[in-house]
């Protein structure tokens, strides 16, 4: 699925920083707390802190691959719609559902109109924290993945990008909650 035919703003910096593919090698470990960060939200206008949440409610992260504001991986722009499309389930819940993308401040902008998104857009355009969560990269962007966190911070799940299993549902990504909130913490 190609989402547009318009490749302007495509050969930047971050595209030949990601053009050779390296495959997703994250070694987070279930119950170990994931690493903090610091990025725009777009969507809201203000600076989010993952540590802030420690405490306080679950966090979903969804690493998402878009490469301008025109050009989305074919995907990720199904898994983009959808997790935009069931944000009232996650919010519903009290959980906090962050979008990483690697587009900069100006395409996330435009990214968040067109695309009417309701959950936080956090922009890491020097693809500083995808690296730190070893997502892998290939063809001019990092690579997609889910990260499910609990209240406290720790890993309840993680699923990292494959030609088979592009992106975690978002039934994959609330059945970890369902078990918290049957008694089953995973933490």
Excluded at 109 to 136: A, C, H, N, W
Excluded at 153 to 162: M, N, P, R
Aim: aromatic share 10%.
């Amino acid at each position: 699925m190609l989402t547009s035919t318009d490749f302007s703003g495509l050969l930047n910096q971050r595209f030949f920083q990601n053009l050779l593919p390296v495959p997703a090698t994250n070694v987070l470990k279930l119950g170990q707390i994931t690493p903090d960060f610091e990025l725009p939200d777009i969507n809201n206008g203000k600076l989010v802190r993952l540590s802030n949440y420690r405490g306080d409610r679950p966090v979903v992260l969804a690493f998402t691959r878009i490469f301008t504001e025109k050009q989305y991986c074919p995907f990720c722009f199904p898994h983009i719609k959808a997790l935009n499309e069931s944000w009232e389930k996650f919010a519903d819940r009290n959980i906090e559902l962050l979008m990483v993308t690697s587009t900069d401040d100006r395409q996330s902008e435009i990214v968040v109109k067109d695309l009417g998104l309701k959950m936080p857009l956090l922009s890491d355009p020097g693809v500083r924290v995808f690296r730190t969560y070893q997502t892998g990269q290939a063809l001019g962007a990092p690579l997609p993945a889910q990260f499910v966190l609990d209240r406290d911070g720790k890993l309840l799940f993680k699923h990292l990008f494959s030609f088979i299993d592009h992106n975690a549902s978002v039934e994959t990504l609330l059945k970890y909650f369902d078990k918290q909130e049957d008694g089953h913490t995973l933490s």
